[in-house]
């Protein structure tokens, strides 16, 4: 292990590598640019800048060119990119950068790009789904034309949704793995596996993949493709927990849902309640978590999550909802949440509430809803405008669009400008319509937070308390947008239990130090 840098002013991500080189995003304060360093001298040099965002660069196979993606505010990089590239020279610069791909003012997203031997992959989502697409200067070629999404929004770097090793080109296809090899493309059998990420592929045809499933773990995943005549042989390498851990539990497998709002179709997740130990007394409906994802560009999937297992081994249903705006179901989708955040989302989160009562899921007396960030703003629009949830727990979520500025491009893109439009941010903001919310809502939310301050939440809680509201709030110490230590999730999750269990007049079965104010039962 080499050590290329040691300086505390700079941050480095998404590294790739020539014989000589490494190449990354590096990030100096409030400007991004792509450098390269020398393996040797580790003396670095700006490849490029002037963007105000970069993503995975990547040299071709014989480094004498390095490609990358690009994008400006407002937009994130699911809106619209560019793809550029340019000639690696053996110093580590470059010249004659060229725009291959160009989405600005067209509405199209590329991403992704990497080499096939001498020729450009890139995904884009011109046909309103993101296809993969083989690319030279002039002209590209849909490799696999389908509606179905290949690869998921870029919040974090380095993802691959897709590998290559020449002949034979990987993709994850909604939740499907396809290989394509002399231009014919076959579903590769993943039994139990539905989700997968960070795909790999060696010279021999052996793909490597993080996967999971509704009974799956989170795993390490070896597909050996180099037999084509047994077809392919599966091998866990790691996983975050091992089968014969899982058997032993009452796994609730999701069930895909669809229901109509504002005559749009959306769908959802349902889990039904299980445990072998324990029947529900005859003519009864269970309670119900709804589910609100972050984001709010993201998306509910299939695989294990056994915080949703907690629930439904104690008797609860969940409700998983992919709302409008969320990913996998094409572009025009995921932009009807452009300008519409706290409108569209809230109404599809009351629409798959009624629906699951309408179908005789669910009590409509035992209607509860959750989310974090995104999600959590998510619960706090519903309930100024429904009555149907009973009660609702909100994990860090934003209260105040006013002051909600970590994240300032995607707010103009998903609510309007401001100051000019600082009227639908009033309009938009929770806070403002506090008066309504009647529904028990506990809050949860990391002192070291610094995506949603803390005194939203606080706020919130504060004057809910006042106006005679149940309510309760958890604060937790060391912990920022999202919670990460063990103790922290154990009592966040026991205490969303136990305050939705004495909200609905139900008995909960286990105990928690949460502190419930203004109790009704």
Same mark, same amino acid.
């Given at each position: 292990?080499? /050590?290329?840098?040691?300086?505390?002013?700079?941050?480095? *991500? =998404? $590294?790739? +590598? &020539? #014989?000589?080189?490494?190449?990354?995003?590096?990030?100096?304060?409030?400007?991004?640019?792509?450098?390269?360093?020398?393996?040797? /001298?580790?003396?670095?040099?700006?490849?490029?800048?002037? *963007? =105000? $965002?970069? +993503? &995975? #660069?990547?040299?071709?196979?014989?480094?004498?060119?390095?490609?990358?993606?690009?994008?400006?505010?407002?937009?994130?990089?699911?809106?619209?990119?560019?793809?550029?590239?340019?000639?690696?020279?053996?110093?580590?610069?470059?010249?004659?950068?060229?725009?291959?791909?160009?989405?600005?003012?067209?509405?199209?997203?590329?991403?992704?790009?990497?080499?096939?031997?001498?020729?450009?992959?890139?995904?884009?989502?011109?046909?309103?789904?993101?296809?993969?697409?083989?690319?030279?200067?002039?002209?590209?070629?849909?490799?696999?034309?389908?509606?179905?999404?290949?690869?998921?929004?870029?919040?974090?770097?380095?993802?691959?949704?897709?590998?290559?090793?020449?002949?034979?080109?990987?993709?994850?296809?909604?939740?499907?793995?396809?290989?394509?090899?002399?231009?014919?493309?076959?579903?590769?059998?993943?039994?139990?596996?539905?989700?997968?990420?960070?795909?790999?592929?060696?010279?021999?045809?052996?793909?490597?993949?993080?996967?999971?499933?509704?009974?799956?773990?989170?795993?390490?995943?070896?597909?050996?493709?180099?037999?084509?005549?047994?077809?392919?042989?599966?091998?866990?390498?790691?996983?975050?927990?091992?089968?014969?851990?899982?058997?032993?539990?009452?796994?609730?497998?999701?069930?895909?849902?669809?229901?109509?709002?504002?005559?749009?179709?959306?769908?959802?997740?349902?889990?039904?309640?299980?445990?072998?130990?324990?029947?529900?007394?005859?003519?009864?409906?269970?309670?119900?978590?709804?589910?609100?994802?972050?984001?709010?560009?993201?998306?509910?999937?299939?695989?294990?999550?056994?915080?949703?297992?907690?629930?439904?081994?104690?008797?609860?249903?969940?409700?998983?909802?992919?709302?409008?705006?969320?990913?996998?179901?094409?572009?025009?989708?995921?932009?009807?949440?452009?300008?519409?955040?706290?409108?569209?989302?809230?109404?599809?989160?009351?629409?798959?509430?009624?629906?699951?009562?309408?179908?005789?899921?669910?009590?409509?007396?035992?209607?509860?809803?959750?989310?974090?960030?995104?999600?959590?703003?998510?619960?706090?629009?519903?309930?100024?405008?429904?009555?149907?949830?009973?009660?609702?727990?909100?994990?860090?979520?934003?209260?105040?669009?006013?002051?909600?500025?970590?994240?300032?491009?995607?707010?103009?893109?998903?609510?309007?400008?401001?100051?000019?439009?600082?009227?639908?941010?009033?309009?938009?903001?929770?806070?403002?319509?506090?008066?309504?919310?009647?529904?028990?809502?506990?809050?949860?939310?990391?002192?070291?937070?610094?995506?949603?301050?803390?005194?939203?939440?606080?706020?919130?809680?504060?004057?809910?308390?006042?106006?005679?509201?149940?309510?309760?709030?958890?604060?937790?110490?060391?912990?920022?947008?999202?919670?990460?230590?063990?103790?922290?999730?154990?009592?966040?999750?026991?205490?969303?239990?136990?305050?939705?269990?004495?909200?609905?007049?139900?008995?909960?079965?286990?105990?928690?130090?949460?502190?419930?104010?203004?109790?009704?039962?």
């Amino acid at each position: 292990i080499q /050590s290329l840098s040691r300086s505390c002013f700079f941050r480095y *991500a =998404d $590294f790739t +590598a &020539s #014989p000589t080189h490494v190449y990354c995003v590096n990030e100096f304060g409030t400007e991004n640019r792509l450098i390269s360093i020398d393996r040797t /001298s580790k003396e670095q040099k700006v490849v490029a800048s002037g *963007a =105000d $965002f970069y +993503a &995975s #660069p990547r040299v071709s196979p014989d480094g004498k060119r390095i490609v990358w993606m690009q994008w400006n505010h407002v937009n994130m990089p699911w809106d619209e990119t560019s793809i550029h590239m340019a000639v690696l020279h053996s110093d580590g610069t470059t010249s004659n950068e060229v725009v291959v791909k160009d989405g600005t003012g067209k509405q199209i997203n590329y991403y992704c790009p990497s080499w096939k031997d001498d020729k450009l992959l890139m995904i884009n989502d011109s046909t309103d789904f993101w296809n993969l697409y083989e690319v030279d200067i002039v002209k590209e070629k849909n490799i696999f034309p389908v509606e179905r999404e290949i690869g998921y929004p870029l919040w974090q770097f380095a993802d691959r949704p897709y590998a290559s090793n020449g002949s034979c080109t990987i993709m994850n296809v909604g939740g499907r793995l396809m290989a394509r090899r002399d231009c014919f493309v076959r579903e590769v059998p993943t039994p139990g596996f539905t989700v997968f990420s960070h795909l790999s592929i060696t010279e021999g045809d052996i793909v490597y993949t993080i996967a999971s499933g509704s009974k799956k773990a989170s795993c390490v995943l070896r597909i050996d493709l180099s037999k084509e005549e047994q077809g392919p042989v599966l091998t866990v390498i790691r996983t975050a927990r091992d089968d014969s851990d899982l058997e032993q539990l009452d796994i609730s497998e999701p069930e895909h849902m669809e229901f109509q709002s504002d005559g749009v179709p959306i769908s959802a997740w349902f889990y039904k309640p299980k445990n072998r130990r324990y029947a529900a007394p005859a003519g009864t409906l269970p309670p119900v978590l709804v589910l609100g994802h972050g984001g709010p560009t993201g998306v509910a999937v299939d695989s294990l999550d056994l915080k949703k297992q907690f629930f439904t081994s104690r008797g609860f249903a969940v409700l998983d909802v992919n709302y409008r705006g969320s990913t996998g179901f094409g572009t025009k989708f995921r932009n009807m949440l452009k300008g519409q955040w706290g409108v569209v989302d809230r109404d599809d989160m009351i629409a798959a509430a009624r629906s699951a009562i309408a179908r005789r899921l669910v009590d409509p007396e035992k209607v509860c809803i959750m989310g974090s960030s995104a999600g959590g703003y998510l619960v706090l629009s519903a309930l100024t405008h429904s009555d149907v949830f009973k009660a609702a727990v909100c994990h860090y979520g934003v209260a105040d669009l006013e002051t909600h500025k970590f994240e300032k491009g995607y707010n103009e893109v998903l609510i309007g400008k401001y100051p000019e439009d600082e009227q639908i941010y009033k309009e938009r903001s929770p806070i403002s319509h506090i008066d309504r919310i009647k529904t028990p809502i506990a809050f949860m939310h990391g002192k070291e937070d610094t995506v949603v301050p803390v005194s939203q939440s606080i706020e919130m809680y504060e004057k809910l308390r006042d106006n005679g509201v149940t309510t309760a709030l958890m604060l937790f110490e060391d912990e920022g947008h999202g919670f990460r230590g063990a103790d922290c999730i154990r009592r966040c999750t026991e205490g969303t239990y136990v305050f939705l269990c004495r909200n609905l007049g139900i008995k909960p079965s286990i105990s928690s130090d949460i502190e419930i104010v203004n109790a009704k039962m």
